[in-house]
């Protein structure tokens, strides 16, 4: 038997195989096509808006305003409070489409009734022009609709009672957008202080200045979050979504007693309105224990020429010379650095010139033929506010020794410079509110310094001081030379409830001695007595202070103009009662280029008697003082 040989065949699972293989090869060649389509989608295609539109989810952030905290007087007093407002839109498309044609005719006749009462709430547009506006957006298909303006609980009440809008949201289309605004219960008292906010609404150009702008952080509080769902009924919260819930604002008590500022406001305009030639004035009472603020008034005329109104803080951010009022800075120094042990000292009395400087005082000759005397004592050239007194003060204490060269002996012009810097005088210390102005003290160091300016600041001028920092170092001396720190912000409230207590602050422990303060008292109550404050000298308690009138320069750094015009600085600052100092005042007022004169003597002083005699009748602090000026009955 014979074998043949034969071809082996191929085998049907090989087949298969292949087959498998090259499908495993197309997919993923697909595969790899379709992701880099997915991804060329992803990075590269914008779709078309109505593609878009579609694509959308349709949830949606809806941002929850909190309650702004309220801003409270020492009292408790609101000063500053958000109330609630009510805008009302309208859905006009509600129930269009599943009415029949006698329900549509009834819902756009209860839309005429609602017209009616829409014009007689709010008066902006006739009952015609009211329907016209429902129908014809009805028709248009729009569906937020505004009607009339923000109002309050009590017409939101009304509004919600008209025809149609009774049946609720989902017959009358009727929706209601509650949010607050900021309301002033005083009004414009203390507004450039407190400041002012439209809302408290952080996507709205609110003008955040005063207290208002400086603690916006604690009076807006923490907006919420809600995700909302669109439906055919309109927005409505999305269940299936979290919900973070807003933290309303937190309170401020404040320094301020609104009675307090009420009598100091119209004691300053009673005294500025009538005064064309006046731009603008400032009055600030300080409590002197503390440093607290009890009342804070800035008065300018708007435009220039307009009524006197609070638009800006000259207290805080207007800085001048100071004038006569500077005075008392030279007189501390001296007395501090041991230079003069007595007021009654006395300095030669002739000329009227400082040596070596190019300042004369005119008032030295007129004090010397008067008093029959070639000398002057220290207290009676600071009654009458000789700038020849306290020039030579401080050029024979702390002159340059130019014998040393030139940049050499400014050892004692340092000490008297760093003297001021240490009475805080020079430096723009932290306060409550935004925009406290930095003094100017010059320097022999620069190349800006001149041989008169060492005599200039003797008597205040060649320096640049705020009205809030020359009463700050006035209220140390009231303190016996302990210089708090002036503030406006007592605590900070929640729920009634101190949260932070802000309170006092020590600036300075001892700018000087009880022993040179009381020197110095007694100089600033010959002032009232006998002095450039003679009209505060009956009020209704002791007063102690200094007057100061200083000049504002031109472009041309003159003093006055081609025509003989002066821009007048006129100053009081004091504190009273006298020896028993509770408060301390001060009262600058600021004039126009002007002839007319106006002196630390005149408006400020009579400002300032009439804030103390009409405090003295409301103030607890003057009690004792009336039980001893009632005479004790006597028995016969």
């Avoid at 300053?268 to 004035?281: K, V």
């Avoid at 009472?285 to 503390?290: A, G, N, R």
Wanted: glycine letters at 8%; hydrophobic letters at 35%.
């Amino acid at each position: 038997m014979s074998t043949e040989a034969t071809t082996p065949k191929p085998k049907k699972r090989d087949r298969i195989g292949v087959i498998l293989y090259l499908l495993y090869v197309l997919l993923l060649i697909a595969s790899l096509v379709l992701i880099l389509r997915l991804a060329g989608i992803q990075l590269f295609w914008k779709p078309e808006a109505k593609i878009a539109e579609a694509l959308t989810p349709s949830n949606t952030v809806s941002i929850i305003e909190p309650a702004r905290g309220n801003i409270l007087d020492s009292e408790g007093r609101l000063l500053a409070i958000s109330c609630p407002i009510y805008q009302f839109y309208m859905d006009c498309t509600v129930l269009k489409d599943t009415n029949t044609p006698e329900q549509e005719e009834a819902w756009l006749g209860k839309a005429r009734q609602l017209a009616e009462g829409l014009a007689a709430e709010f008066g902006d547009k006739s009952a015609d022009q009211y329907y016209k506006l429902i129908k014809d957006s009805r028709a248009a298909g729009r569906r937020y609709v505004r009607i009339g303006r923000p109002v309050d609980r009590n017409v939101y009440n009304r509004v919600i009672a008209l025809p149609l809008f009774r049946e609720g949201r989902f017959r009358s289309g009727m929706i209601v957008e509650q949010e607050h605004i900021r309301q002033y219960p005083y009004g414009k008292l203390a507004r450039r202080t407190i400041g002012f906010i439209r809302n408290n609404k952080s996507d709205v150009a609110n003008t955040h200045i005063g207290l208002e702008g400086k603690f916006d952080y604690v009076l807006h509080g923490q907006e919420g979050r809600e995700w909302m769902r669109v439906t055919d009924y309109g927005r409505v919260r999305n269940s299936d979504s979290a919900y973070v819930k807003a933290v309303d604002g937190k309170d401020l008590r404040i320094t301020l007693n609104i009675d307090y500022q009420d009598i100091a406001d119209k004691a300053l305009r009673e005294q500025i309105t009538e005064e064309p030639d006046l731009e603008g004035a400032c009055l600030v009472l300080m409590e002197v224990k503390t440093g607290a603020i009890r009342a804070m008034v800035n008065l300018v005329r708007e435009d220039g020429s307009g009524p006197f109104e609070e638009i800006q803080n000259l207290a805080i951010g207007r800085k001048g010379e100071p004038g006569s009022v500077f005075k008392t800075v030279t007189l501390m120094s001296v007395l501090n650095d041991g230079f003069i042990k007595s007021l009654d000292e006395t300095l030669p009395a002739t000329s009227g010139r400082v040596a070596g400087t190019s300042i004369f005082d005119d008032h030295i000759p007129s004090y010397a033929a008067q008093h029959k005397t070639n000398r002057i004592s220290i207290l009676d050239g600071f009654k009458i506010s000789s700038n020849y007194v306290f020039a030579t003060l401080a050029v024979q204490n702390y002159g340059i020794d130019k014998s040393k060269g030139r940049g050499k002996g400014l050892e004692k012009t340092e000490r008297f410079l760093q003297n001021i810097y240490n009475y805080k005088l020079g430096e723009a210390f932290a306060f409550d509110l935004d925009g406290l102005q930095t003094p100017t003290i010059p320097s022999p160091a620069t190349r800006y310094w001149t041989d008169t300016d060492l005599g200039s600041i003797g008597f205040g001028y060649s320096t640049e001081e705020t009205p809030l920092h020359i009463l700050t170092f006035y209220n140390a001396i009231a303190n016996k030379g302990r210089m708090m720190k002036p503030y406006l912000v007592e605590d900070i409230e929640e729920n009634g409830i101190v949260s932070e207590r802000r309170g006092p602050g020590v600036l300075n422990s001892a700018i000087c001695s009880k022993a040179v303060a009381d020197t110095i008292t007694r100089a600033l109550k010959a002032v009232t007595e006998e002095g450039t404050a003679r009209r505060l000298k009956d009020a209704k308690c002791p007063v102690a202070g200094k007057t100061g009138t200083s000049f504002g320069t031109y472009e041309n750094g003159q003093y006055q103009d081609a025509m003989g015009r002066r821009k007048y600085q006129g100053t009081f600052v004091g504190f009273f009662p006298a020896d028993a100092p509770q408060y301390s005042v001060i009262c600058t007022v600021y004039s126009k280029p002007t002839g007319k004169q106006f002196q630390g003597g005149g408006i400020p002083a009579r400002a300032i008697r009439t804030v103390i005699d009409r405090l003295y009748n409301i103030d607890p602090c003057f009690r004792e003082e009336l039980k001893r000026s009632v005479p004790k009955e006597t028995t016969k």
